[in-house]
């Protein structure tokens, strides 16, 4: 038996994906990679390192060397922004259309030098866009949904500004056909959106944000402010199971974010004193050393077991949180700097479609489910998973597509 | 073929190149007798990397040495190219000499202030730059597998499916998932699969087996086994992959209830129920009430409500029964775990949560009498029930202390084998060659255990191959007359590469990272890492240093920062691809892991006139070498006590660990660090440098000229 040589397509760029994608091109399977976004990385790019002197444990690093990796190998062609327009099913193998969004600054000309980014008036609403990884090639890119071009059609500074000439927004997209005998689905999950529940505050007061948030912040700037007033938070409190537990909603437990709370809290009180605060319904710790995590965890913070059924901000003041301290007991109101809302993984809103074209089904909270020959899936394509959970599922899934091109060449 | 280095200098996208500071790059490159000069432009754009892989490839170079800015650093710019050229993508070595002229607008580079000596340290390293011959190893394609639950299973049937040899070696005499499971399709999967397994050809079964030893390393593993009938064995597995649950007990609450007739586990519950007439034998014709806890002592796991879930819900079938489930946590990270308790509350089974009281009570030959506080009523209440079934902890016996003993790994303080490093997940041990998966590892449920099953069938996939595999010879270079066969390099490898054959030492290329924490380990200087000798960090040292300066001249303060290749440089690179520039005063010099890092370095740097020295690992736990950084501390920790101890200020060794994304905190990290010095004012060893600085300049050869002054 002979290293298969066929290639495999992977949907989706996340840890998990580059994991897959790594593990079948160190054992010699071309393979290419799709990603939607204009960079790679997903969800776990984004997360901050929460050590205090010594590791916490939280496995954001574990993405880091994996993704670096991706943009390197040779062996690995890169998609970005990227979708599989269409995957038809045929003898022992898939044909997929792969359509690619224009690149409007060229990749090979800039030089990341920053004057796009400072000249473009949208640049908060996300117009210009820098990657999150260091590793990633093309430098920036312009979002066609929040250009002020795509709108009116004549705010050019961007491409006036540049001096490489790199921005052209006459470019056009692409779109290739290749044949692939495997494929495999990594296209991850969607942070739970607390908008509509606005009893949570978010959206309508400017110092209450999502964990996703305070990840990026911790991750970019080194610490946690307060975005009203840009001075750092001195007292935080961490709302657990939003958009998880859910009757009316997501009716299961995210997994994850008991963990990277508890942790982000444990974080904020060694490194900014901050004073935390977690309210929760039960901790879902497990794994490693949990008891000795969680005693530390009541040493640093105060974990109260209660949700709060209020939150709201009065202008000029601080966040306030309503909620029964204990069974009992009367309500009281309490004054935060900043309240993080531990939102939970809700499934990708491309899975119905995806799930179509790949001839799969969804299971009942809408995540991607196991099933047809060749279709591979990893990470929380299917199921809530942290970091470490994720590369595992890619290793299953390398190793699933690797059993079956070999099963499937003479 | 010999080595022909090509030393490529970025001029800049515009202007700089005639600057006197990029001549002095030249004349500085053009002194490295080994290479050849070019001049290169645009190396921050796709077009300028193409051009350097052409040139590489034109000139048939064997290595290249990059002189530009951050950007060309990018793994996807010149190594990119360079692939596409049909070279080897990790060929070059980029530099980051690059400063944007403050206040200059973009597309203006300057060349950054302590350029020259980061190229000639570059150039420096150079020249040790060595490629082994490849070999083709044979390893073993049995693979040892521990173990008798379902993971154990699924493992052996998927190295069966991968073509490899699997030695099943149960603890007990039958082939078993947990009972806990009883009612669940797992229990049908794992009794299906044990049978297939017992019929299969090419399975090896050993029940009631012991392991003895588990000698030699990854590819090559000697295993001695006893048997049932003691008999003992010698067998050859390229690997192991070890699915064993350590020996649990009931996890008691704290107060009052041990283990006994009517206090059992939810396991011997779940059998019970199994089998009604027992359960009357035990408890009478019924109806019950039955009390089950979960994780009322140490913290259960999504498998233990599992568990209990099934069996509260056999028992509320029944028409009169009545069941109370306790907890502190309902541990509901697992797959429907949410929807399933909703139900089982729906059936009748009244659950009681725990914030801070607990469990109390008594047994009696009748059943027990348990008393708690409920919270919500904030009453005591007490209540008589039949049974008592909770879930179990690790408990590990001797027994297990010694498998893991004999595997080479430890029992770790939650009773698992899961080892402290992160980057052991999801399924790594202490040991290359060795996977833990599963129950092994510590607490999960089935979804997570099937994965990390897998993950280590990819890990075997990719050791042993189909019984040949093509690999660099061993890196690591022991000594054999300075080796005193002390064995501390066996004891301190992350990896458990390092191998007695013959009773000596010898490194494991199959399992070897080159990490360098052996050779910085042993006391007797006898191990070289091949391409990361002493003598390349100490010249690499010498480099950086540079000129210190005429005597009596004040010099700026000066910090070597010795950075970990996976953690501190891909930090520092990211903080400088956000446009952050690096403070003065800072050399860098790169090490594979802060684990090579040993005193002579350090020492090597405060000689050569740095004010101090930072070593940047990864945090400790989160060390991409497992341990390097956990030993890097220790070292770091030991050699400060020896600065005490000759009078110099300990504080000017300094040690901090930061992940690959902290670029923010890389840079506070060193800012830090700088301040210190700045504080404890130039190193006293700095005159030293500069004497010996000025006696070079007489041509003598410096050591040469030691020895005639001293
Ligand atoms: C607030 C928060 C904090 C967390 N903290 C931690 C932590 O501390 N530790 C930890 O271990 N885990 C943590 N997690 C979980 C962690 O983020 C995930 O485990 C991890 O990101 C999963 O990786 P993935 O590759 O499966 O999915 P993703 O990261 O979601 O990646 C999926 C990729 O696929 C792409 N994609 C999606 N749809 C398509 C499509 N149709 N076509 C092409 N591409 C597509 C996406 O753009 C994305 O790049 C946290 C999660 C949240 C929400
Ligand atoms: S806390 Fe998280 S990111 Fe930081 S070192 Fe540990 S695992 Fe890595
Ligand atoms: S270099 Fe590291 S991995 Fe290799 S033998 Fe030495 S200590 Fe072990």
Known sequence: ?410 | MSARVGVFLCQGGRSQADSLEFKKLRWTAEAFDQGRVFTVAHTCQAQGAAAVARLIKEHELTSAVVGACPLLHNPGGLSRALSAEGLDPQMATVLDLCAKPEGEASGVCAVAPGAQAALSQALCGEQFKQELPLEDLAVATSVLVVGEGLPALWAARGLLKAGYHPVLLTPSQRLAPPALLLGTEAVDEAAALAKELEEAEGVTLIRQGRLLGLGGGAGNFTATIADRAGEIRSLSVGGVIVAQAPPKALNLPPQGLAAGERVVSLEELASLLQAPEHLKKRLGQGPYTVALGVGLGRQAAPLDLIGAMNCARKLAAGPQNRVVLFTNNAKVAGDDLEALTQQVRGEGVVFVKFTTGGLRGDETHEGVELQWDEEILGATMADHFDLLALDQAPAPTPAYHELAHRLGLSVGRDGYLQPEAVNALPAKSRRAGVWLVGPARGQGDLERWADEVQEALYGVRRLLAQGTVRVESSRVMVDRKRCTICLTCVRVCPEGAMDRLFRRPMSNPLACTGCGTCAAECPMEAIQIVGQEDSRYSGEIAAAAGRVGDLGQAVERRLLVLACANSASPALHAARLQGAALPSGLRLVQVPCAGKVDADMVLEGLQRGFDGVLILSCHPDACYSLTGSTWANMRAGHLGNLLAETGLEPERLMLSGVAPSQSKEVLAVIKKALATLDQLGPSPLKVGAQVREVLTRYTLDMDDTFSIVG
């Open chain 1, 1 to 410: 038996m002979g290293l298969p040589k066929k290639q495999v397509l992977v949907i989706g760029g996340g840890v998990a994906g580059a994991t897959t994608a790594l593990d079948l091109a160190e054992q010699g399977v071309a393979v290419h990679l799709v990603e939607r976004d204009d960079f790679l990385g997903g969800r776990a790019a984004q997360l901050a390192c929460k050590a205090l002197d010594s590791c916490l444990k939280c496995n954001g690093c574990l993405a880091e060397p994996r993704l670096a990796a991706l943009t390197s190998h040779p062996l690995i062609t890169l998609h970005r922004a990227s979708t599989v327009a269409n995957l038809t099913g045929f003898d022992g193998g898939y044909q997929a259309v792969i359509d690619t969004r224009p690149a409007y600054i060229d990749a090979e000309r800039c030089t990341a030098c920053g004057l796009c980014l400072e000249a473009c008036p949208e640049v908060e609403a996300g117009a210009i866009r820098a990657p999150r990884l260091a590793a990633e090639a093309p430098r920036l890119a312009i979002d066609e949904t929040a250009c002020l071009y795509f709108k009116d059609g004549q705010s050019t500074v961007c491409r006036d500004v540049c001096p490489e000439e790199a921005i052209d927004f006459g470019r056009q997209g692409d779109s290739q056909t290749l044949d692939f005998a495997a494929v495999v689905l990594a296209t991850g999950f969607t942070p739970y959106d607390p908008t509509p529940a606005s009893r949570l505050g978010y959206g309508l007061f400017p110092d209450v944000i999502t964990a996703m948030e305070l990840e990026e912040m911790l991750r970019t700037q080194g610490r946690a402010v307060r975005p009203s007033d840009g001075e750092a938070a001195g007292k935080v409190a961490f709302v657990q199971c939003v958009g998880s537990r859910d009757v009316n909603g997501n009716n299961y437990c995210s997994r994850v974010c008991c963990g990277y709370a508890l942790r982000l809290g444990r974080a904020l009180a060694a490194r900014q004193q901050a004073e935390v605060a977690v309210f929760y319904m039960d901790l879902q710790s497990f794994g490693h050393a949990v008891d000795e995590f969680l005693e530390a965890a009541a040493g640093e913070l105060r974990l109260v077991r209660s949700m709060p059924y209020d939150i709201h901000q009065p202008p000029e003041g601080s966040v306030m949180l309503d909620y029964q301290p204990s069974p009992g007991a009367p309500p009281t109101s309490e004054p935060f700097d900043l309240v993080v809302l531990s939102v939970g993984l809700a499934p990708n809103p491309d899975n119905p479609a995806l799930a179509q074209m790949a001839g799969l089904d969804l299971n009942r909270h809408g995540f991607l489910a196991p099933g047809k020959q060749g279709v591979f899936l990893a990470g929380t394509a299917q199921r809530p998973m942290d970091v470490a959970e994720a590369v595992a599922s890619a290793g299953r899934a390398a190793q699933g597509a690797l059993t079956y091109l070999a099963e499937m060449q003479p």
